[in-house]
């Protein structure tokens, strides 16, 4: 890992009777990947020490309860991630799929550097003692934690875990290596974006296992579903060229964030995509830009910015990124999601002229 992080501070951290490993909302194979590799680290670190009177009995009574006092939560998972554990029959870990799960005294938040990412009782959650393992760039999430573990130079949450393991040399058990595998070929989107730390990560976790599988589980056709939306944000896109970029702003009332990456594929520069969460009269638009772009305009920082100015949440990589915002019942939901896409163009206007 290329940001020095503190090995023995971690290893403390994990040293509990009960933690709960937290990730986003829609959880993706990184996500996923990496708690399951912090979850095999905390039972390793906390497994009792066998003396060889104990019986075969006591062993498996004491195992099984320490593996029930950890536990992986998200308020749902992604299709391909749930594709990938039902391959993983071995893996034996249960996903906890939940709106505000209880709080113990640790949380660790899992490839999640934004609080908008995940339904928990904030006051709980701040409470506790709060760790982030992450790979996206910090946001006031960041300053609530007592422990860090943040690189945006690595791809994945999944290579940042996997450094970790092998900084400890811990080499995991086949199923565990590849979740860890699956987070990030994921991320790399099929290695096109790995870099040299990540084939070195690769290559410790990769014994005995067949890399095919890997991009096999995550080879799952899109749903239908996901498709009609697709095709539906395409339906509805307006362009507009500012400082030469070709923008566009687009709606989905589902896979906003995979409907940006499509307007991308097929030739934006940035793309906007909003969705609105009527039951929770909740705003949500999600950004995506071109590498080169991003080297002049980060994602991230963007909807950062655009958050605080209306009081929302928001963050992100340099490529990608989202934000949460409400709207009162004064306004209405055009009348909302019209102010905020102008917000966020004078944004992009002003942050591209300050550039020049």
Same mark, same amino acid.
């Given at each position: 890992?290329?940001?020095?992080?503190?090995?023995?501070?971690?290893?403390?951290?994990?040293?509990?009777?009960?933690?709960?490993?937290?990730?986003?909302?829609?959880?993706? =194979?990184?996500?996923?990947?990496?708690?399951?590799?912090?979850?095999?680290?905390?039972? &390793?670190?906390?497994?009792?020490?066998?003396?060889? $009177?104990?019986?075969?009995?006591?062993?498996?009574?004491?195992?099984? +309860? *320490?593996?029930?006092?950890?536990?992986?939560?998200?308020?749902? *998972?992604?299709?391909?991630?749930?594709?990938?554990?039902?391959?993983? =029959?071995?893996?034996?870990?249960?996903?906890?799929?939940?709106?505000?799960?209880?709080?113990?005294?640790?949380?660790?938040?899992?490839?999640?550097?934004?609080?908008? $990412?995940?339904?928990?009782?904030?006051?709980?959650?701040?409470?506790?003692?709060?760790?982030?393992?992450?790979?996206?760039?910090?946001?006031?999430?960041?300053?609530?934690?007592?422990?860090?573990?943040?690189?945006?130079?690595?791809?994945?949450?999944?290579?940042?875990?996997?450094?970790?393991?092998?900084?400890?040399?811990?080499?995991? =058990?086949?199923?565990?290596?590849?979740?860890?595998?699956?987070? /990030?070929?994921?991320?790399?989107?099929?290695?096109?974006?790995?870099?040299?730390?990540?084939?070195?990560?690769?290559?410790?976790?990769?014994?005995?296992?067949?890399?095919?599988?890997?991009?096999?589980?995550?080879? +799952?056709?899109?749903?239908?579903?996901?498709?009609?939306?697709?095709?539906?944000?395409?339906?509805?896109? +307006?362009?507009?060229?500012?400082?030469?970029?070709?923008?566009?702003?687009?709606? %989905?009332?589902?896979?906003?964030?995979?409907?940006?990456?499509?307007?991308?594929?097929?030739?934006?520069?940035?793309?906007?995509?909003?969705?609105?969460?009527?039951?929770?009269?909740?705003?949500?638009?999600?950004?995506?830009?071109?590498?080169?772009?991003?080297?002049?305009?980060?994602?991230?920082?963007?909807?950062?910015?655009?958050? &605080?100015? /209306?009081?929302? +949440?928001?963050?992100?990589?340099?490529?990608? %990124?989202?934000?949460?915002?409400?709207?009162?019942?004064?306004?209405?939901?055009?009348?909302?999601?019209?102010? /905020?896409?102008?917000?966020?163009?004078?944004?992009?206007?002003?942050?591209?002229?300050?550039?020049?």
């Amino acid at each position: 890992m290329n940001n020095k992080y503190n090995i023995e501070k971690l290893k403390e951290s994990l040293k509990s009777d009960e933690i709960l490993f937290l990730c986003h909302h829609n959880a993706d =194979p990184d996500a996923i990947g990496a708690c399951i590799g912090l979850r095999f680290l905390a039972e &390793h670190l906390n497994k009792p020490k066998k003396s060889k $009177q104990i019986v075969e009995d006591k062993i498996k009574d004491e195992k099984s +309860q *320490i593996i029930g006092k950890y536990k992986i939560s998200a308020n749902s *998972i992604s299709k391909i991630s749930r594709n990938m554990l039902e391959e993983l =029959p071995s893996l034996n870990y249960d996903i906890e799929i939940i709106e505000y799960p209880n709080i113990p005294e640790k949380v660790f938040l899992v490839d999640t550097s934004s609080i908008n $990412q995940i339904t928990v009782n904030e006051e709980k959650l701040y409470k506790s003692f709060l760790a982030m393992v992450d790979h996206h760039k910090k946001t006031e999430l960041s300053t609530k934690c007592d422990f860090l573990i943040v690189n945006e130079e690595s791809t994945s949450t999944c290579e940042m875990v996997t450094r970790i393991l092998k900084d400890i040399n811990l080499f995991p =058990p086949k199923s565990v290596r590849t979740a860890l595998l699956c987070g /990030i070929a994921y991320d790399t989107k099929h290695l096109k974006l790995a870099s040299e730390e990540t084939f070195k990560m690769i290559t410790w976790l990769i014994k005995d296992l067949n890399f095919q599988r890997i991009l096999y589980l995550l080879s +799952q056709e899109s749903e239908k579903g996901k498709r009609i939306a697709h095709l539906k944000a395409c339906s509805r896109m +307006q362009i507009e060229e500012i400082n030469g970029l070709i923008v566009t702003i687009s709606n %989905a009332s589902s896979y906003e964030a995979s409907c940006a990456k499509t307007a991308v594929s097929i030739g934006a520069d940035l793309a906007l995509v909003t969705a609105v969460r009527k039951r929770d009269r909740q705003i949500r638009i999600s950004s995506r830009c071109r590498k080169s772009v991003s080297k002049k305009l980060h994602m991230g920082e963007l909807m950062e910015e655009v958050a &605080h100015k /209306i009081n929302g +949440q928001g963050g992100g990589h340099a490529e990608a %990124a989202g934000l949460n915002a409400n709207w009162d019942k004064t306004t209405s939901k055009d009348e909302a999601v019209s102010k /905020i896409i102008k917000i966020c163009i004078d944004t992009i206007k002003e942050k591209l002229n300050s550039n020049e």
